[in-house]
C-alpha cells in the first residue's frame, strides 16, 4: 500500500489509528474528494498526483470516489484552486474574492 503502487487496500484497525499528513489517531484518514473518514473495512487507495502541477499530493480515494487517474487529477486541480480562494478570502475577508467561485448560471 502506497501511492507509488496506487493499489487499492483494506482499511485495517491500524490504519485508522495511525497518523496520516502528520495528523494523529487517524483523524486526517479521510477521502481527498468527499471528505469520508476512512474505518476498519472500507476499501482505500493511494493516487500519484505530485507529479502533476496544480494537482496537490496524493490524494487518498475511497472506493465511491474511485475513477481514472485523468479524472481524479482534474477534481484535485478543481479542489486546490478553491483551497487558495479561500486562502485568499481569509486574509483579505473581502467577499469580492470569493465571486469566480459562484456557478453562473443561464
Ligand atoms: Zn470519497
Known amino acids: 500500500m502506497s ?3 496506487r493499489k487499492p487496500w483494506v482499511v485495517t484497525q491500524e490504519d ?3 497518523s496520516w499528513n ?3 489517531n487517524g ?3 479521510k477521502c ?3 471528505n469520508h473518514r476512512f474505518i476498519v473495512g ?3 487507495r493511494w493516487e500519484c498526483t505530485n507529479d502533476v502541477p496544480g494537482a496537490g499530493g496524493n490524494p487518498l480515494i475511497c472506493f465511491d470516489c474511485d475513477r481514472p487517474k485523468e479524472e481524479i487529477v482534474q477534481k484535485m486541480i478543481e479542489l486546490n484552486k478553491i483551497v487558495r480562494v479561500v486562502e ?3 486574509k483579505t475577508r473581502h467577499l469580492g474574492d470569493l465571486s469566480c467561485l459562484i456557478i453562473k448560471e443561464k
Open 27 to 29: 483523524k486526517a484518514f
Open 3 to 5: 501511492f507509488v503502487d
Open 88 to 90: 485568499k478570502f481569509n
Open 42 to 44: 472500507d476499501t482505500a
Open 32 to 34: 481527498s474528494l468527499c
Open 22 to 24: 502528520s495528523v494523529p
Open 16 to 18: 485508522v489509528k495511525k
